[in-house]
């Protein structure tokens, strides 16, 4: 080290001397500099300038920092503050109970012969363990041991001691002996025969229990504890992981991030609720679509597993419900309206239950429904529940249509004020009849809530329950159940103009008190107009097979949103995704064992209500639909040809339906161009084409319109054939 300073110095003074000619390179000790790139980086003129920053730091809130954000848990379970849940408990301690004492009261006999047959034994060990007592035999283990080293002064200690401790136990046996042989005496003397004979039992099971052996009690086991595993956040990334995706893989492997359970998992009804944060990219529908093998990996019944997503949190939070039973298998509680109790409409009524067993509600007035499913999986029944709750409301008047034909919507004749059955043509045309008079009705009820609202009886311009009590107002709900209604739509002479009424009591039913129900088993645009599953406001989807039909029904995007009636099983009869007006998507399982002779039952009552209310009409005391109403395909042709004069060949379309109005009020009041055309479509007649004419103004334009001869040659066609027999 001090060489190295005496190098340094002598280099130094060497310099000092130099002159600049014989300026030679020195070897100074400098720092190595460890950044290479400052020796050759380039100085560039300019302004310093911050790197933008990505994650900015965090502003403070406004405000104290006291207050924060936060999800308060719920005060009491919810069992607790649900009455139907409270009584539920309360109906299985009754019944708990009740089974345990009749099923131990059916056995005394055979518990009583088992305890005298174990008396014998109970009293030898009894006898055994008072001789050991006095004899103080646990202390010999120690005496003879100390025999046995031979330590006298140890086993004379131990001898005394040993002789106290009889002779004072022996004292107290005889003490205690004398006692009871006069307490036995006094007893047997004094003492009741009822309370001696309860002594003598006591006694007997005292020696009885002490008899027993160890393995075999004397009473038998009143229930067997059916046992659930429990659910644990192994048990669910092990199934999650068992899937297939492979962003839950990486996130399982070595150095992924894992699986989050945000919560603890709990029970939550009957069963167990994780809420699971999905890793990064995957969302609770990809988990939904493989419900089969998440149920496979948690070893449970598909009918227990319940993946959902939970749309108040983010795309990748799943809820995952997991029953104790099977929700297909489980027992429903029964349902309130079972017995015919009357019901209001405007209130919700019980119309299933979800997977912990709990009734979910549904309003039926100022809303439309739609049913959809594949074949086979509760759809008709879910409708005809539907029927049934109106039918409990003596107001309500209904319309039942099952256009399958096969009976199902039979239990409601004797409460139906207008009942179609099958798909016949007579039967379309009653309908197109009765859905061209509910028309009528919705116009004139609307009229009529205009102008209850200028009187201010009709505060926000609907149906109130007020009103629809008030008879001479005629404003009560009509309900109108459509099964299948695809035959209605599809049919090629009046399937668009009863596409037009439904999408029209659809749109402005509601409010008006009017209700329409359809169900159909092939969900897509055609059996359910846009028009029609656009504007529904409660939809109810069991099983269907893929995306499409799922949105028909339930509504666009939902299938996106993890709403995916697709993962419904087979069997999972009457269970489907329920959408309400606002609320969230829930399972729901409609009402199991209404069947056919149940739904008699339920709608016998109905018909009582109706006979006390005096509501009785149509169809259920024998009235038939009038549907003498002169054919408005025969009609409208006929009265274009009246309204559209032979020296007019093309004429627009806007001029025929003013020039129809005026013929027909009743019939075309109201109409629009698009009605025309669509009413001309099954003749073939096309009412869209551009016809060169002269406006109000006196100016020339094209607008739609048809050509008249279309339309005589068509009734000219008709007649000829009429006449020919
Ligand atoms: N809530 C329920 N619980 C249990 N089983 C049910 C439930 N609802 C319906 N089912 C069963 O589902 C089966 C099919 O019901 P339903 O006749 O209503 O089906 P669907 O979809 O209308 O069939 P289709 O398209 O042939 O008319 C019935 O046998 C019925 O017992």
């Known amino acids: 080290m001090s060489e190295q300073h005496t190098n340094d110095t002598q280099q130094a003074d060497q310099t000092e001397g130099a002159t600049p000619d014989d300026a030679q390179v020195l070897h100074l000790p400098v720092h190595r500099v460890e950044d290479t790139e400052t020796e050759t980086a380039e100085v560039i003129e300019g302004e310093l300038v911050e790197p933008a920053q990505v994650d900015q730091p965090e502003k403070r809130q406004p405000g104290t920092e006291l207050v ?87 086993y004379l200690k131990l001898s005394i001691q040993r002789d106290h401790r009889i002779r004072a136990r022996v004292l107290m046996t005889v003490g205690l002996g004398a006692a009871g042989i006069a307490a036995f005496l006094v007893g047997r003397a004094m003492l009741p025969e009822m309370v001696q004979w309860a002594i003598v039992a006591g006694a007997a099971g005292g020696l009885g229990w002490l008899g ?171 409708l005809r529940e539907l029927l049934l709750i109106a039918a409990l409301d003596p107001r309500a008047e209904l319309h039942t249509y099952d256009l399958k034909g096969t009976g199902d919507l039979d239990p409601l004749e004797k409460v139906t004020h207008v009942h179609g059955v099958g798909d016949d043509e007579a039967e379309i045309e009653k309908a197109v009849a009765d859905l061209r008079g509910l028309r009528e009705e919705l116009r004139r009820r609307a009229k009529l809530i205009r102008d209850l609202a200028k009187q201010g009886l009709a505060p926000e311009n609907k149906v109130t329950p007020d009103l629809a009590s008030k008879k001479s107002l005629k404003l009560h709900p009509i309900v109108i159940g459509v099964d299948e209604c695809q035959v209605w739509f599809e049919h090629e002479e009046y399937g668009e103009e009863l596409a037009g009424i439904c999408t029209d009591l659809v749109k402005r039913g509601p409010a008006l008190g009017i209700i329409l129900i359809l169900a159909t088993q092939r969900p897509d645009a055609k059996s359910l107009p846009t028009g029609i599953s656009a504007n529904v406001s409660t939809r109810f989807c069991l099983k269907v097979q893929g995306q499409t039909e799922n949105d028909m029904v339930l509504g666009t995007s939902k299938y996106k949103q993890g709403v995916r009636a697709t993962t419904f099983a087979w069997a999972d009869k009457g269970i489907g995704y329920l959408v309400g007006e606002g609320s969230d998507a829930q399972i729901v399982r409609t009402v199991a064992g209404l069947d056919g002779p149940a739904a008699e039952k339920v709608a016998a009552y109905a018909r009582a209500l109706r006979e006390k209310a005096g509501t009785l009409s149509g169809h259920a005391i024998g009235e038939t639909l009038d549907t003498d109403q002169p054919d408005r395909k025969d009609t409208l042709l006929e009265d274009l040809l009246a309204v559209v004069r032979e020296t007019e060949p093309k004429v627009w379309s806007e001029t025929a339906v003013a020039r129809l109005a005026e013929l027909r009020p009743e019939i075309y009041g109201g109409w629009e161009v698009d009605q025309l055309t669509a009413a001309l479509k099954p003749h073939g007649i096309k009412a869209n084409r551009q016809i060169w004419g002269t406006d109000e103004n006196g100016e020339g334009r094209n607008r739609r319109g048809f050509h008249r001869a279309d339309i005589a040659e068509i009734v000219t066609e008709r007649d000829r054939q009429r006449e020919a027999g």
């Not at 109970?122 to 004899?135: D, E, P």
């Not at 393995?215 to 595993?229: C, F, L, N, Y």
């Not at 999650?240 to 893989?249: D, E, M, P, V, W």
């Open 212 to 382: 027993a052996p160890a393995d075999k009690p004397i009473a038998s086991r009143a229930v067997e504890a059916t046992k659930v595993p429990k659910l644990t956040s192994d048990a669910v990334s092990r199934a999650l992981s068992a899937l297939g995706i492979s962003q839950i893989n990486q996130a399982m492997g070595k150095g992924g991030e894992g699986i989050g359970f945000p919560k603890p998992i709990s029970r939550d009804g009957k069963g167990w609720r994780a809420d699971v944060d999905l890793p990064y990219g995957v969302t609770a529908g990809d988990i939904m679509d493989r419900r089969e093998k998440l149920a496979s990996g948690l070893r449970r019944p598909l009918g227990c597993v319940w993946p959902e997503a939970d749309n108040s949190e983010h795309a990748g939070r799943m809820v995952l419900w997991v029953g104790d039973q099977d929700m297909r298998k489980a027992k429903q509680p029964s349902w309130a309206l079972r017995s015919g109790k009357q019901v209001d409409l405007f209130q919700p009524q019980p119309f299933g239950t979800d997977q912990r067993g709990r009734w979910v509600d549904l309003r039926l007035m100022f809303t439309s429904v739609a049913i959809g499913a594949i074949p086979r999986m509760g759809k008709t029944f879910a």
């Open 68 to 154: 924060r954000t936060e999800k308060r848990l719920p005060i009491l379970p919810s069992w607790a503050k649900n009455v139907q849940e409270f009584r539920e408990a309360a109906r299985w301690a009754a019944g708990y109970t009740g089974h345990t004492v009749a099923f131990h009261a059916v056995r005394c006999p055979v518990y009583i012969a088992r305890v005298l047959a174990r008396v014998p034994r109970g009293s030898f060990r009894l006898i055994r363990g008072m001789a050991a007592w006095l004899t103080d035999s646990e202390g010999r283990p120690v005496r003879s041991a100390s025999a046995r080293r031979e330590d006298a002064a140890e």
